[in-house]
């Protein structure tokens, strides 16, 4: 019964801010949207480099990510990274 009535003056008190002075209103609800759309934009980054994170220290490659390693023509690859030097 209380959150009803709670409710209802909370919704008065809304609709005479629009009523009362429409362009603030809308500049607050725009700030608003806004706000929570930067707070979801920064949880996605912040997920995003704790996947990675987690990815990167087991071994995994973060998604979205290629490595390519080349090795020269003629060139053999010894595996660390290196070519041999031919005499």
Do not use: K
């Not at 979801?40 to 390519?68: D, E, H, K, Q, W």
């Amino acid at each position: 019964m209380l959150a009803r009535v709670i409710g209802t003056i909370v919704i008065i008190l809304v609709l005479f801010a629009i009523v009362s002075n429409p362009q603030q209103s809308a500049a607050t609800t725009r700030n608003g949207v806004e706000t929570l759309g930067d707070a979801g934009s920064s949880i996605t980054v912040f997920l995003t480099n704790v996947v990675n994170s987690i990815a990167v220290s087991t071994g995994s490659r973060p998604a979205g990510s290629t490595y390519t390693t080349t090795v020269p023509y003629g060139g053999v690859d010894t595996g660390d990274g290196s070519t041999p030097t031919v005499r």
